[in-house]
């Protein structure tokens, strides 16, 4: 069974983004974006949040765009890891 499939199983939230940065050993920084409703004008808002991502083989670079997962923490910041590369960077 794919990784995907056993994460929908478990719950664990599943994020795409692309990586700003990759200047730490088996660590990567993942830009999310989404959009959201604001509460009071209900006007579509973009928001933006960044991840430290653990990258095992430090195979992200940047440019990347990528697939997350939840995990249990790996460090102070660290709760994500690299699920897969969706697309290289040109």
Request: aromatic fraction near 4%.
């Amino acid at each position: 069974m794919s990784e995907i499939k056993k994460a929908i199983q478990r719950r664990k939230k599943v994020l795409q983004g692309v990586i700003v940065s990759d200047k730490m050993e088996k660590t990567a920084v993942a830009l999310v974006k989404r959009t959201v409703q604001h509460p009071l004008y209900k006007r579509t808002v973009k928001r933006s949040k960044k991840y430290k991502i653990h990258d095992e083989q430090n195979t992200c670079r940047i440019g990347d765009h990528v697939r997350l997962i939840e995990c249990k923490p790996i460090s102070k910041d660290k709760c994500w890891r690299l699920l897969d590369v969706i697309r290289k960077a040109v």
